[in-house]
């Protein structure tokens, strides 16, 4: 599998979206291989398309914080310093036209990165993303155009979870929200878990394809 | 002439879809690639692109409402249509014009029986779904140029990243499954003729192929010896009630195994019907990735090649592989005589983990006892 792993660092919500935009362009034209962009970006809200805008409960006003509507599935989200945020640029063909079966593997590259620092995380029957215990740690929501995906998922390490605790996060009223600073003693650093998110995705992706192909 | 647009589907599971958001309006004009709505189900938004160019004639569904997969959404018409069609005069004033649904592209099988033939595929007429090019529309071709052999590829060549899986996961399964092999031959003229009877008095409306009888055959002897239907788990066994059979299907540069859920439950004509509607996904490469795991045995069939005999690679961690050769006429000994009969020769793989060769002799003495009594095979209802 080729898939480029891409670390941008800190970058603003509206250049990483224009970013995705052109690389998607690329991508379902075959000039550009599978992609994987890591980053963190500076405080921002986004609501899926379909999301209510009543859930940001004047947040936004509170913390001064930019709103993006975006062509991703969910709710509403925050996104800050201190959580990594991974947004692959992949063709889905052949089997893998499924978006549930992308959504899971996402919430299983999630699942297996937590696990390699030593947090039990899971899936929810509330819906997509990963949890540990009650609290939601990760949060997915995919957008896909002629089956290339872009967005994806954001995974709190020392997030400040108080941008959560304003709005009603995913479509969840009362969702608590964790990061991994909340559950371990000594949190890893962004670029050590974007490291692991990186290996786990690249692992997981070519397992998938393992489990596809037999005999 | 109007097409209609259809919720997608985004999902092997999904029901509906809701309409977030409608790019184009009625009346709109769209070019083919043009966005024309965002579908949402559960975390995915996906935009709906135009497949033709036309002018949006009607909107079927809102804004933040649902519609089940496969519902019209919309509707696209010609750029005239809306005044030809009011003048009543489409067919004076302009030709008919054919609607322009793109032809979905020949099917590989298609593609690789119009190389054989030397056939140009484009020129061919599709009586597949919407006018695609299937094999039965070129196999009554006839050979225009004699067969030219491909020449190889010099150097080195990547392999594709199917046929890199399937390598590591050989190589790993070779490794570390202690294979052994068990053949066996087995009369096959009386499942021939059922097979037959089957066909010429209907009792059956789903065409039955040997390969057919095969699968019922080894559902039910893996159901009289469940352990060469079990896993092997860290120094385990898993046991499994439900009975999933693979099926390998070659396909285009690599190679597919499909799986048959629930065989322990299923009568002949269900296996047939699943059998053929895998097989028909596995070519046109639309698979769910479910629909590839959970499988507890695996059959390989080479017989359509004229291969009589071959051994198979265990498929991890199933315990077993079945491996079917060709079936043809052979001199066999029978009551001191030789005589003629159609025979086939299966090779059954065991992980001498899980199967001591007793245990996978006794499953393929079940396995022949069943083809060559073949009435069981329809009597059984699971």
């Given amino acids: ?65 930019p709103v993006f509507r975006v062509s991703r599935g969910g709710g509403v989200t925050f996104h800050g310093p201190g959580q990594l945020v991974a947004y692959p640029i992949i063709k889905l063909t052949g089997v893998r036209r499924d978006v549930r079966w992308y959504l899971q593997r996402l919430e299983d590259v999630v699942i297996r990165s937590c696990a390699a620092l030593d947090v039990a995380a899971h899936r ?34 020392t997030t400040d979870l108080a941008y959560f605790r304003s709005i009603v996060p995913c479509r969840l009223p009362g969702l608590r929200v964790s990061s991994l600073a909340e559950l371990l003693p000594n949190a890893p650093t962004l670029e050590q878990v974007a490291k692991v998110v990186a ?17 | 002439m109007a097409t209609d647009i259809t919720m997608p589907k985004l999902t092997d599971t999904m029901a509906e879809g809701t309409i977030v958001r409608w790019l184009k309006h009625v009346g709109d004009r769209v070019t083919a690639g043009d966005i024309l709505a965002e579908v949402e189900t559960d975390k995915a938004d996906m935009e709906l692109e135009a497949a033709h160019s036309g002018v949006v004639t009607a909107i079927k569904v809102n804004e933040g409402d649902t519609a089940p997969v496969g519902a ?38 298609a593609r690789r029986a119009a190389q054989e033939r030397g056939v140009a595929v484009q020129a061919i007429a599709g009586s597949g ?23 190889a590829p010099a150097g080195r060549v990547a392999l594709s990243k199917m046929r890199l899986t ?30 037959a009877s089957l066909e010429k008095t209907g009792v059956i409306r789903e065409p039955v192929t040997v390969t057919h009888l095969l699968i019922k055959a080894v559902a039910l002897a893996l159901q009289r010896h469940p352990r060469v239907n079990a896993a092997w788990d860290n120094d385990g066994l898993r046991f ?23 065989c322990e439950r299923l009568s002949l004509e269900a296996i047939a019907t699943g059998a053929r509607q895998l097989n028909e996904k596995a070519r046109g490469g639309r698979f769910s990735a479910d629909e590839m795991l959970g499988g507890t045995f695996t059959i390989s069939n080479l017989g359509m090649f004229d291969v009589d005999e071959f051994s198979a690679v265990i498929n991890p961690p199933q315990a077993g592989i079945l491996a079917v050769g060709t079936v043809k006429e052979r001199a066999i ?7 003629v009969a159609r025979t086939m020769r299966v090779t059954l793989s065991c992980d001498h983990r899980v199967l001591n060769g007793v245990e996978g002799a006794q499953f393929l003495q079940e396995l022949k006892r069943l083809l060559e009594n073949p009435v069981t095979l329809v009597m059984s209802s699971g």
């Fill in chain 1, 124 to 157: 929810h029957p509330s819906g997509t993303g990963v949890w540990v215990g009650d609290a939601k740690i990760a949060s997915i929501g995919i957008g896909l155009r002629r089956w290339v995906t872009f967005h994806g998922l954001a995974l709190n390490i």
């Fill in chain 2, 129 to 151: 779904a919407r006018g695609r090019v299937v094999r039965r529309d070129v196999e009554p071709m006839q050979r225009t140029a004699p067969t030219v052999v491909p020449a």
């Fill in chain 2, 166 to 195: 399937i390598a590591k996961r050989m190589a790993e399964a070779k490794r570390d499954v202690p294979h052994f092999y068990l053949t066996s031959e087995v009369e096959m003229d009386a499942a021939i003729a059922l097979r």
């Fill in chain 2, 240 to 262: 499994s009630d439900a009975i999933n059979i693979g099926i390998a299907t070659a396909i285009d540069d690599g190679l597919l195994v499909p799986v048959l859920k629930g």
């Fill in chain 2, 72 to 109: 019209v959404i919309a509707v696209l018409g010609a750029e005239n249509e809306g005044i030809v069609a009011r003048d009543g005069g489409a067919s004076k004033s302009a030709p008919p014009t054919k609607p322009a649904a793109p032809v979905p592209p020949p099917t590989p099988l």
């Fill in chain 2, 333 to 339: 000994a029978r009551g001191g005589a030789l005589v």
């Fill in chain 1, 199 to 215: 290996c786990e995705f690249n692992d997981r992706f070519a397992l998938c394809a393992m489990e596809e192909v037999a005999a």
């Fill in chain 1, 1 to 65: 599998m080729t898939l480029s792993v891409r670390q941008l660092g800190r970058i603003g919500y509206a250049e990483a979206l224009a970013l995705q935009e052109e690389l998607v362009i690329e991508r379902m034209a075959d000039r550009v291989p599978d992609q994987l962009l890591l980053l963190e970006h500076d405080p921002v809200y986004t609501l899926g398309r379909g999301a209510d805008a009543a859930d940001l409960r004047g947040a936004e006003a509170q913390f001064a914080v």
